[in-house]
C-alpha cells in the first residue's frame, strides 16, 4: 500500500471568498485573500516532489493536521480547541485543489476518505502549518 507524508510550514489559509469584477467587457473572479495564492503554490511544490506516486485512477484517503498559533488574546481556558475560523473545510479544499494542480493524483475526486483537524501548538508537538498524509485506499 502507497504512502506519502509532507508538511507544508507557515500559516495555512483556506480557499473561500472570491472577488468577481468585469474588464473589457468579460467577468472575471479572483480569490479575495491575498495570501492564499503564496500558500497554494508552497503545498504545490510539496506534494509535487510525491508525483507518480499515486496512479491517477487510485482511490486514496487523505489525513490533514493544521496547526494554528493561539491568539495571546484567548486564553486556554476560554477556548481549549480550535473552534474559529478558518473553515476546515475550505482549509481541506485548498489543500486538496493544490496536490490535484501538483499531479499526485487524478482528481480530488480519488479522495474516498477525509480525516482533517485543526489544533493550537499546547494540543500537539506538531510545527505550525500543514501536515499531510495521502494512503491508497484499502
Not at 473589457?24 to 491575498?34: C, L, Q, S, T, V
Not at 486564553?75 to 496536490?99: E, F, G, N, Y
Amino acid at each position: 500500500m502507497q504512502e506519502v507524508s509532507f508538511f507544508v510550514p507557515g500559516v495555512p489559509v483556506p480557499q473561500g471568498s472570491k472577488n468577481a469584477g468585469v474588464r473589457g467587457g468579460r467577468a472575471y473572479m479572483w480569490e479575495a485573500n491575498k495570501k492564499h495564492k503564496p500558500w497554494r503554490d508552497k503545498v504545490t511544490a510539496e506534494a509535487t516532489k510525491h508525483l507518480g506516486v499515486f496512479g491517477k485512477d487510485t482511490p486514496v484517503e487523505v489525513h490533514a493536521i493544521f496547526v494554528f498559533d493561539r491568539p495571546k488574546s484567548v486564553a486556554v481556558k476560554k477556548r481549549p480547541r480550535m473552534s474559529v475560523k478558518p473553515d476546515l473545510d475550505k482549509l481541506m479544499r485548498s489543500i486538496c485543489d493544490s496536490i490535484s494542480k501538483a499531479g499526485v493524483w487524478g482528481d480530488d475526486a480519488r479522495m474516498v476518505k477525509l480525516v482533517a483537524q485543526k489544533l493550537y501548538p499546547n494540543e500537539t508537538i506538531l510545527a505550525l502549518g500543514a501536515h499531510i498524509t495521502i494512503r491508497e485506499a484499502k
